[in-house]
Each structure stands twice: as structure tokens, then as C-alpha cells.
């Protein structure tokens, strides 16, 4: 059963930076897919980030250009820097693993919040 813990959320003004990390444990092959998801009061949860086992890697329009996804397979671990935070980027930010056959059309099209492994998730807060 593939377990997965983020870390590094806090509190930031805007413009400031930080470093989400999601650690993966208790499985033998590395997820095809590896994400990040986020979930604001009162909106639904939206796709932020995605990287594959092939290192290609999508994002959501409004991050491109300040967000960055990487992932560790040695350290079996995901992170996502996040530089330039705006108020808006104020979530839950979640990361999630899944079969997929690109990240692209997972991050886009066939992510579903029932499906897949799941982290508890971490808050982030962007003051003005």
C-alpha cells in the first residue's frame, strides 16, 4: 500500500517561496504519475502539477513560470518549489500518486480525487 506524506506548508507573504515535499513509502515500483493537487475554502480541488516516470511534467496556467515539480526517485520523495506566491495560491495542497499514460492528460483529464493513493495534505497561506 503506497503511503505518501507532504511537508513544508506554512505561512508567507506574497512574493515569498516555498518547498513542498511529499515522501512515498511501502511500495516496489515508482508510481507512473506523481502530483500535486490543492483545495481552497469553499472551491473544488484542482490539478497544480503532475511529473512521470519519464520526467515529463504539466502544469496548471497559473503557476507556469513559478512553480517547479521534481521528483526524487532514490529519495523516493516529491517536491514542489514554489517561488512568487500570490494570495490566490492560498490551499490545501495535496500530493497524490496514479497510473497514467502521460502526465499531461493525468494532471488535465483523468485525475479523480477517489481514485489513486493520496496524501493528508498541507496548508499553505499567502498573505498580501
Known amino acids: 500500500q503506497l503511503r505518501l506524506t507532504e511537508s513544508g506548508g506554512g505561512s508567507v507573504q506574497a512574493g515569498g517561496s516555498l518547498r513542498l515535499s511529499c515522501a512515498a513509502s511501502g511500495y516496489t515500483d515508482s508510481p507512473h504519475c506523481m502530483g500535486w493537487f490543492r483545495q481552497a475554502p469553499g472551491q473544488e480541488r484542482e490539478g497544480v502539477s503532475a511529473i512521470d516516470t519519464d520526467g515529463d511534467t504539466s502544469y496548471v496556467d497559473s503557476v507556469k513560470g513559478r512553480f517547479t515539480i521534481s521528483r526524487d526517485n532514490a529519495e523516493n520523495t516529491l517536491y514542489l518549489q514554489m517561488d512568487n506566491l500570490k494570495p490566490e495560491d492560498t490551499a490545501i495542497y495535496s500530493c497524490?500518486?496514479?497510473?497514467?499514460?502521460?502526465?499531461?492528460?493525468?494532471?488535465?483529464?483523468?485525475?479523480?480525487?477517489?481514485?489513486?493513493?493520496w496524501g493528508q495534505g498541507t496548508q499553505v497561506t499567502v498573505s498580501s
Open positions: 497524490a500518486a496514479d497510473l497514467c499514460s502521460s502526465s499531461e492528460i493525468w494532471l488535465q483529464y483523468t485525475w479523480r480525487p477517489e481514485v489513486g493513493f
